[in-house]
């Protein structure tokens, strides 16, 4: 198993794949996605409350995101963390950025 483990890029690739679809997905529909090509893919809102908000409509359509503002971050920078998997399918990532596209016309963050 360490022999597939360390032998294969397999699990890298789609890593990769999957965070570079979202990132794109993402700033094409008007979101700032910060950071590089990380899978941990801040989703910048700046307003806490608003932060909060998203978080709990995004689990309202079971997508498991987690909203962070300040002291965890600088004021004025709260954030939705959004963590990419290898595990994600192209389908899971359409549908959490469609979330992300209903709700963020919803609050009028889009």
């Given at each position: 198993?360490?022999?597939?483990?360390?032998d294969s890029t397999?699990?890298?690739?789609?890593?990769?794949?999957?965070?570079?679809?979202?990132?794109?997905?993402?700033?094409?529909?008007?979101?700032?996605?910060?950071?590089?090509?990380?899978?941990?893919?801040?989703?910048?809102?700046?307003?806490?409350?608003?932060?909060?908000?998203?978080?709990?409509?995004?689990?309202?359509?079971?997508?498991?995101?987690?909203?962070?503002s300040y002291p965890?971050?600088?004021?004025?920078?709260?954030?939705?963390?959004?963590?990419?998997?290898?595990?994600?399918?192209?389908?899971?990532?359409?549908?959490?950025?469609?979330?992300?596209?209903?709700?963020?016309?919803?609050?009028?963050?889009?």
């Open positions: 198993m360490m022999d597939f483990i360390t397999k699990f890298l690739d789609r890593l990769a794949g999957n965070t570079e679809h979202f990132r794109n997905a993402m700033t094409k529909a008007g979101f700032i996605v910060s950071g590089d090509n990380h899978p941990i893919c801040p989703v910048m809102l700046g307003d806490a409350k608003l932060a909060t908000t998203f978080a709990d409509k995004m689990m309202e359509k079971g997508i498991y995101v987690i909203g962070f965890v971050v600088p004021k004025d920078k709260a954030r939705i963390c959004v963590q990419i998997s290898a595990a994600h399918s192209t389908e899971d990532i359409d549908r959490a950025v469609g979330a992300f596209l209903q709700i963020g016309k919803e609050l009028a963050v889009i």
